[in-house]
């Protein structure tokens, strides 16, 4: 590695380390640290589903089944910890939580990576479901249909954390980003990351060489569930419950969605991926309860226009300005975006509209939209969003073209 490179490589490191542990310092309220809370646990999941794509090229709808049979372990763990008096601090069963799910995948594991593509994410999804649909049989362990509950204050203190404040809390999901953040960083360059981005390539060619793509792909697989793992734990930690719907599909799936969006196998891209899906699940579904279909429609247009995730066009888009060091073409870049948001306002509000109307959620037929009451049933209304749409979306395909060559050739001669 370079020396200019391995610089910007400990200026990013240590500026996510910054990103991370500074919240803690600061006065920020418990509903606050709550969402921060989130945003922590949903980095580390979505940086299990990463690794594995980004690494081995394994797309795992089964991701759930790791962090939510971790989630439940580290309940039992809690409650066995208080009944019993042990003197074990609460703030290592994330670690416990994680061990657990590794284990997990110690004996699936080996199920799932005989191959890889379609096969490996059909089996994760067979094993998944079939946890799901197994958890209200086996009450003893799943608590039926009430799951399992706890109390993370009743562990002793430890290093004066008695885990009563949710600031508290994020101090220890932080601690874990941290840890997973430096299992990544070690993990770069070494010879399990050659291998498996090796066999993602040409797993035929690394069997030749004398190395097993299956076992590759298992110590992969191991890893990635020891993250979601401590995802799962870290949700027990936060909520006190864990419930069936912890090992279910739509868990699974949108994980791997933001992940495949963001483009989540580097710690700036899961953070990316985090703050799109709590963004989307705590955010967008308080403000619309058309959220789902905002989030399909954003994801389709990821795929469409940047298949390789936001993180690399948004790397792309950096390192062009950067040669090019244009006032202009920033002034460009400012228009574009006030024209995808004018579209976007635009188009939302006639969803709102159509989705209002077709759920019949009015009230006398006036509706919230965007700070401003509106009557649905007006065709000024209707018309005038449509118009906001339909010409913001114009300009800014106009504000493209003219870009798009400039960049290009920038980029090329870069």
Known sequence: MSAGRSG????????????????????LSSAAFNLLSQLAIAWLLLLSVGLLVTRAGLLSFGQALYAGLSAYAAAHAMNAIAAAGWPLPFALVPLYGGLFAAGVALVAGPISVRHGGLSFAMITLGLGLLVAIAAPMLQ???GGEGGVSTDRTAGPVWLGLNLLSQRQVYGVSAAYVLLAAGLLRWLDGTRLDLLARAVRDNPLRVAVSGSAPRRVRLHLVLVSAFLAGLAGALQTLRVEQVSAGALGLPQSSMALLFSLAAGSGTAW??????????????????????????????????????????????????????????????????????????????????????????????????????????????????????????????????????????????????
């Open 140 to 142: 003893g362990f799943f």
């Open 269 to 414: 891209g899961a953070l990316l991926g985090a703050g799109l899906m709590v963004g989307s699940e705590v955010l967008l579904a308080s403000l619309s309860q058309a959220w789902m279909l905002y989030v399909g429609l954003g994801f389709l247009a990821i795929v469409i226009w940047a298949p390789q995730g936001l993180v690399e066009v948004l790397h792309e888009l950096a390192r062009r300005l950067r040669a090019r060091r244009d006032p202009d073409l920033l002034w460009g870049l400012a228009a574009l975006l006030v024209c995808g948001g004018l579209s976007l306002i635009g188009a939302s509000s006639l969803i709102e509209l159509l989705y209002a109307v077709r759920q019949q959620l009015l009230a006398h037929g006036v509706l919230r939209l965007w700070g401003v009451s509106v009557r649905a049933d007006s065709a000024e209304v209707w018309a005038g969003a449509a118009w906001l749409a339909v010409v913001s979306t114009g300009l800014g395909v106009l504000v493209r073209r003219v870009l798009a060559p400039r960049l290009r050739v920038e980029g090329e001669a870069a």
């Open 8 to 27: 910007r490589t400990l200026t990013s490191t240590a500026l996510f380390a910054a990103a991370v542990a500074l919240p803690v310092a600061l006065p």
